[in-house]
């Protein structure tokens, strides 16, 4: 993404429940929030139409994968002419600002292609492949944790290798892909 530390206010995770993606006119409290609606029991479509009164909800991209590997998605109607979603069984592709229709597909396509490799690594060709599709339009300056701490107790058949907690998080790079490598 273009912002600075993009991974530090969009991610929210919480071990055994959820992850949760709050960008585009990114607002931290929806990410909690929405971990907050599903631990009270709700499902990931009902929790996400909760917040369709939200203010700004329209500029805003959320998406999420329980623990169950349900998903669900939410792109508002804002003025972005390439943005969207993608959802897979136990996976969420999200993305905002693209420089083309073919960004999604692309790391959809290369997560998939990743089937038995460790999560970090199908993250880190998801965002390549995006990347290489065209990517941000204005850029790639940070890049979200291809990792977090509690992963592991995720879907295993979203990613049936062993989940390892892991932080691949460039908080600003002229090359943030290759730098979230590590």
């Not at 931290?28 to 929405?34: D, H, K, Q, T, V």
């Amino acid at each position: 993404s273009s912002p600075m530390a993009v991974g530090a206010r969009c991610l929210h995770l919480r071990p055994g429940l959820a992850v949760v993606a709050s960008q585009g006119n990114t607002d931290p409290a929806l990410g909690r929030r929405l971990l907050d609606l599903l631990a009270d029991g709700m499902v990931p479509e009902a929790a996400l139409a909760s917040l369709r009164g939200e203010r700004l909800i329209e500029s805003r991209q959320l998406g999420l994968v329980d623990a169950l590997g349900r998903v669900a998605a939410f792109t508002g109607d804002g003025p972005e002419p390439a943005k969207g979603q993608i959802l897979g069984e136990g996976f969420v592709v999200l993305g905002n600002h693209l420089a083309s229709d073919r960004v999604l597909p692309a790391m959809r396509d290369a997560f998939l292609a990743s089937a038995g490799q460790p999560l970090e690594a199908r993250l880190v060709a998801a965002v390549t492949a995006g990347r290489d599709a065209g990517g941000d339009r204005s850029g790639c300056r940070s890049a979200p944790s291809a990792g977090a701490p509690g992963l592991s107790l995720l879907p295993r058949r979203a990613c049936p290798s062993a989940w390892a907690p892991s932080s691949t998080r460039c908080l600003w790079s002229a090359s943030c892909v290759t730098a979230s490598r590590g």
